[in-house]
């Protein structure tokens, strides 16, 4: 009798044994194979996308025309959630001028939310402090569950509408990696956020009480360094500065058979960033010699020994692309 109640417990141990290592593999494919995103989407036509916005803030007409870019390729993209723009209440989306035919256009034709706000000033010459301010502002668009910010100075190369769906957390960065992984810093040029009264609060007492040198990125790493979701870098922000660096270990993350490659790099990105210093934003004109000194250099193929101009090529194609997208929307000259 206690031998056979024992061997019965044991058949059943084994049984459940067996049922557990069987169902757990199928059931993690499954889970795998039923969508091209690794999240863990149950149905996406589920989601009630006006809960979330890309939201974009502009000072002047330059930045205009950048969120108007940005807009145009959302649309083009076919990406779900609202649009919005934070524009300086002085600027009349009525009146007849090019500030006023840019906002109007986002707002005809991509279906962009104008939210005037008050931009601040702490001296007439701050204009970086103005922006910063202008930027945080996201945390306070309460009336969307979750927001993505993205810096206007870049080109999105893919939807990232999944972003909208991470689990909670006050906002999700990725590590500013072309500065190196020791200081840990995230970087606000792409900034997934739930807006909030009260983390806005914090925001706005810190930002008043800032610094002469306490710009969004300080505050938000002070205020946030442990309690941000962090984002990988790879695919979320990749700087055009990244084709001119000699070295790419930060990008690509130190995995030994990782080989920098632009086209495979360039396609993997959805959003690009410029930052190429010394060289100009892309709305305004470089001088050629300081092009012609700081374009991506050639190199030599390793194995063909033939020259590669690659990233050169698709460097110089960033600048080119953006100047032609400016002056078929907005009507504007890089000058
Ligand atoms: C923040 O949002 C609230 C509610 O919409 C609004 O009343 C307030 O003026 C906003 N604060 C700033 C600084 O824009
Ligand atoms: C590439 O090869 C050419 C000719 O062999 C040489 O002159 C040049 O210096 C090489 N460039 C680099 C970046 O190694």
Avoid at 129 to 138: I, N, P, Q, V
Avoid at 236 to 260: S, V
Wanted: proline share 7%; with cysteine; hydrophobic share 40%.
């Amino acid at each position: 009798m206690l031998i056979s109640s024992r061997f019965l417990c044991l058949l059943f141990c084994a049984i459940l044994v067996v049922l557990l290592l069987w169902r757990l593999p199928i059931s993690s494919s499954q889970a795998f194979c039923r969508s091209d995103s690794p999240l863990p989407v149950q149905s996406l036509s589920d989601i009630d996308w006006s809960r979330f916005a890309y939201v974009q803030y502009a000072t002047n007409t330059a930045y205009l025309c950048n969120s108007v870019m940005m807009f145009e390729r959302l649309h083009q993209l076919q990406s779900r959630p609202d649009r919005v723009l934070m524009y300086p209440s002085h600027l009349d989306p009525e009146r007849d001028s090019i500030e006023g035919a840019l906002l109007r256009k986002m707002q005809a034709q991509y279906r962009v939310r104008l939210v005037p706000i008050d931009v601040q000033s702490r001296s007439s010459s701050d204009v970086t402090w103005a922006e910063s301010y202008t930027k945080l502002l996201a945390f306070n668009q309460t009336q969307y569950a979750r927001v993505l910010s993205l810096d206007s100075d870049g080109t999105i190369l893919q939807a990232m509408d999944e972003l909208f769906l991470l689990p909670p957390a006050p906002v999700a960065m990725p590590r500013a990696y072309w500065l190196g992984f020791e200081h840990r810093l995230l970087t606000s040029a792409v900034m997934v956020i739930q807006p909030s009264a009260s983390e806005f609060g914090d925001l706005w007492a810190r930002i008043h009480g800032a610094g002469p040198s306490d710009y969004d990125m300080e505050i938000l790493n002070d205020l946030y360094k442990d309690r941000a979701m962090v984002l990988p870098h790879r695919p979320y922000i990749l700087l055009t500065g990244e084709f001119r660096a000699p070295r790419h270990t930060n990008y690509l993350g130190g995995a030994p058979h990782t080989r920098w490659n632009p086209d495979l790099v360039l396609s993997e990105a959805k959003f690009l960033h410029f930052s190429d210093w010394p060289v100009s934003k892309p709305w305004l004109k470089t001088p050629d010699p300081v092009l012609d000194q700081e374009q991506p250099a050639c190199t030599n193929d390793t194995q063909t020994g033939r020259p590669d101009c690659r990233a050169r090529e698709l460097w110089l194609g960033f600048y080119r692309d953006f100047a032609q997208r400016r002056q078929r929307l907005c009507g504007l000259d890089v000058h």
